[in-house]
Every structure is written in C-alpha cells, then in structure tokens.
C-alpha cells in the first residue's frame, strides 16, 4: 500500500463525529477507533481488538498501553522521519504515557478525532510536535 492511499483512506473519515471507544465511518470514533478504522479500510480485519477503556486510562494505568499495542502490529519510526501516512502517538505529560493517535496527512497535518469535535485534519503544530511520543508505518508501506 502507498503513503497516499493511507491519507486518501484517512480522509475519508473526516467528518466523522467523536464517540469514544466507536470505529464507524460516518457514525462515530474516538482516536483509536479512527486508526483501527483506516486498518480495516486498507488491511481487512483488525489483528486484535482493545479492550473496553475509559477517557482516563492512562492516567489511572500509568502504562504504554497505546504504544505497546502499536509496536504488536505497526513498523516503528525514528523521531523526525515521520512521513505522510504514518500513524503518530501523543501524550498529553512527559510522565504519563501516550494516549492519543492521530495519522500524519501531509508533512504539516494531522488527521485526528478529538473529544467533541468530528474527524478533522490540522496543522501539525509545534504544540502537537513537542506532544509526540511515538511514530509508526503502517505494515506493508511502499514509498
């Protein structure tokens, strides 16, 4: 698959509204829920699923839940060579892990559902840059 085609499958969840723990395209998805999607969208059946989660849980977990679950099945990247398509973690503190993914549409934006708001793609901020934790391809990216 190629870079475009994930921003391209991104894309097409723009819109969609914020529900947590959702993963439906036009009806509603968190932040993981949208990464899952454009997975099935590309790859076809997700490789497992996450448990049930609450809007803290990494806060009360104090684990890299996230980014454990993205080294399973994503190919990771060196800080500073994130490229289009690449899915992005971010925490919040420097002491709490990474709870919140988004996928890099073009080198200065980000595709992301957020609470309250639709799916919606975003300058890619020196505010989100300083928040970035981990970056990842999906599998099977050809450049």
Aim: aromatic share 10%; net charge negative.
């Amino acid at each position: 698959m190629r870079r475009d085609e994930i921003v391209e499958a991104a894309r097409a969840w723009l819109g969609t509204p914020y529900h947590h723990q959702a993963s439906l395209r036009g009806v509603g998805c968190d932040c993981l829920g949208f990464v899952r999607g454009v997975w099935r969208d590309l790859l076809g059946d997700e490789p497992e699923l996450p448990p049930p989660y609450s809007p803290y849980w990494a806060e009360s977990l104090r684990q890299e839940t996230l980014a454990a679950a993205a080294m399973r099945h994503l190919i990771p990247v060196p800080r500073g060579e994130e490229r289009p398509g690449d899915v992005l973690l971010f925490r919040w503190r420097e002491h709490l892990p990474a709870k919140h993914c988004a996928i890099l549409s073009a080198p200065d934006r980000i595709a992301h559902a957020h609470d309250g708001a639709a799916v919606a793609e975003v300058a890619f901020t020196p505010w989100w840059r300083r928040h970035l934790s981990h970056a990842f391809s999906f599998p099977g990216v050809t450049d």
